[in-house]
């Protein structure tokens, strides 16, 4: 008898559902977060079970990982696209995973991506890469912010690092100020290492792929971006369309229209946060270094924000970055930008 199985998965538990082909629960239950007893629930429908399907929250590495050494067919579902059937009265835990194992029966859930469990280590290292870099410029911040209170001084970020116990002594008249100081400077420091630790351990463990060195041919991304754009966007032939590669990397703008009227702005952060940094980032530094994409982005910002003018031309390299890592050809900025 085929099942079809729908797993609600939560923080601390999931909710497992298994119908048959009659759309009848054969099984229900929440179970703890603990892969082997979750193996042992499945265990005596394991050959009638044709798919399950688990939507793809924070936490679904184990599950699914867990699952496909078991050898179960498992389907990653997209939370976003899972829309439920507004005409039910009441919904919790055992609706949801029972959706979700229809979805399945019927062969018609929106597909999740799974991402290769061998690249998702060093794909998470340079996550936290950037986790601490955005930290840096905050810590920076801080202390020039108590120097601006204090002395009435400004000084760059290099200067800030330069800076001895001595010298702030010299510009604070607290102690309790120059430990404020010298604790977020000591944080900067770690900071510092931690970075250039992760990246060696990215720069080590990643191989280079030809896409990889055809990204490096695009003004404005260098060995960082590269990495964050050719992980991130893992296999370049799940995205269809030029525009579904755009859209996941948040540079395709969000309107709802009907008869007319826009409608809102719905879902906007649907897709992907670390390739929309890395198009921004690359953007920032293209404008900065190709005399073309800086042409492109005058004439955008003088019809609009700065801010709007940028993203324009992120949507435009990421639109290029799809054509080079599929095609594995160099940038042809005339091409991208004319």
């Known amino acids: 008898m085929p099942l079809y199985g729908g797993i609600d998965l939560h923080a601390n538990n999931s909710v497992v559902v ?38 793809s929250t924070y936490n679904w ?32 835990d055992h609706s949801d995973a029972r959706g979700l194992a229809q979805v399945v029966r019927l062969g018609v859930w929106p597909e999740g991506y799974l991402y290769p469990k061998a690249a998702r280590a060093v794909r998470d290292v340079l996550r936290k890469r950037a986790h601490w870099v955005r930290q840096h410029p905050a810590n920076v911040l801080s202390v020039q912010n108590i120097l601006a209170r204090n002395p009435g001084s400004r ?15 010299g510009l604070l008249p607290e102690a309790n100020q120059v430990l404020a100081v010298t604790s977020s400077l000591a944080l900067l420091d770690c900071l510092s290492q931690q970075i250039k630790t992760l990246e060696k351990a990215v720069t080590k ?12 041919t695009v003004d404005g991304i260098g060995t960082i971006l590269a990495q964050t754009i050719g992980l991130e966007t ?6 269809p369309t030029v525009g579904n590669s755009a859209s996941y990397g948040r ?3 969000r309107t709802n229209i ?41 004439r955008k910002h003088a019809k609009s924000h700065l801010m709007v003018a940028r993203k324009a031309v992120a949507h435009k390299l990421s639109r290029a970055c799809y054509d080079i890592m599929r095609d594995l050809v160099p940038l042809d900025v005339h091409k991208a930008f004319g």
Not at 25 to 44: F, G, M
Not at 205 to 216: C, G, N
């Open 18 to 55: 298994l119908l048959n082909e009659q759309d009848q629960v054969i099984y229900q239950r929440r179970l703890s977060n603990h892969l082997p007893t979750i193996l042992e629930q499945l265990a005596p429908y394991h050959s009638d079970i044709k798919g399950v399907v688990v939507e």
């Open 61 to 92: 590495y184990w599950l699914v990982d867990g699952l496909l050494a078991a050898d179960y067919r498992v389907h990653l579902a997209n939370p976003a696209a899972m829309q439920p059937y507004s005409g039910l009265k009441y919904t919790d």
């Open 155 to 169: 000084f760059s970020a290099k200067r800030i690092h330069e800076f001895t116990k001595a010298d702030l002594e």
């Open 205 to 216: 463990s990643l191989q280079h792929t030809p896409a990889y060195e055809q990204l490096l």
């Open 234 to 239: 893992g296999d370049i032939g799940r995205f």
């Open 251 to 253: 540079c395709v703008k």
């Open 258 to 298: 009907s008869n007319g009227q826009r409608k809102g702005q719905g879902n906007v952060k649907n897709g992907n946060p670390y390739l929309e940094w890395a198009y921004m980032e690359a953007a920032q530094f293209a404008i900065r270094f190709n005399s073309t994409v800086q042409r492109f982005s005058q």
